[in-house]
């Protein structure tokens, strides 16, 4: 079955230290990859997408993310976070059925 | 773009009861989905409409529940004799096309007692 694995859970991070949040899906053919964000009592905001072309794709707020199809993965990369960050991250797949599939999210804290 | 909008937001009701949530996508967005997402987890695909049609389902959206397109607008999304088990968050979602991002509404929460 496809599947999503996200492999940080919990992350706490001072601010303006560097972000990577790790995400590999299961599914060796043509996918979607998508990173969601939501903050505390909102609700799923599109960070980032990757559909095709450019692997590095930039998104809001100062994210990227880097689609490594021979790792199967596309973690998110911040380099400097704010307090503002804090929230909790879900990467998802799209593999040609209607459905995203997610991962089981990570909660990142940044501390002031 | 007004965004999707879900409604109620809070739900609590007894096992055993029914409950009704309704979904309104985005207006130009032809493909609704619902997903539920519990503590801890991403959420889980429930069901899929194009239009009015309703695409696909889960093995997740058991009897008990059943969803609605009927005019290719709102969507509803019913759930009979609930079970404690049900307690989740329900997100509805839309898209304009198949390959699309979908654009996620606010959630309904339910809690059953």
């Known amino acids: 079955a496809q599947s999503v694995s996200q492999h940080n859970h919990h992350v706490i991070l001072s601010e303006a230290a560097s972000l990577e949040l790790g995400c590999n899906y299961s599914?060796?053919?043509?996918?979607?990859l998508f990173w969601y964000v939501q903050y505390p009592g909102q609700h799923l905001q599109l960070l980032l997408k990757?559909?095709?072309?450019?692997?590095l794709v930039k998104g809001i707020k100062g994210f990227e993310a880097e689609f490594i199809k021979s790792k199967f993965s596309f973690n998110l990369r911040k380099p400097s976070v704010q307090w503002s960050d804090t929230a909790e991250y879900f990467c998802a797949v799209w593999s040609g059925t209607y459905k995203y599939i997610f991962g089981t999210g990570t909660r990142l804290k940044v501390l002031a | 773009d007004t965004g999707v909008s879900q409604d109620p937001r809070h739900k609590i009701t007894k096992r055993g009861q029914n409950v009704t949530f309704r979904c309104d996508p985005i207006s130009e967005h032809n493909r609704l989905y619902w997903y539920r997402q519990t503590l801890g987890q991403g959420p889980e695909f429930l069901t899929y409409?194009?239009?009015?049609?309703?695409?696909?389902k889960s093995r997740l959206l058991s009897d008990r529940f059943s969803a609605e397109r009927p005019k290719g607008s709102f969507s509803t999304l019913e759930i009979q004799r609930t079970e404690q088990g049900d307690s989740a968050m329900y997100l509805c979602a839309s898209s304009s096309k198949f390959q699309d991002t979908q654009y996620f509404g606010p959630g309904t929460r339910l809690t059953v007692l």
């Open positions: 990757y559909f095709s072309g450019d692997p």
């Open positions: 599914y060796g053919g043509t996918v979607n």
């Open positions: 409409f194009q239009n009015e049609a309703q695409l696909e």
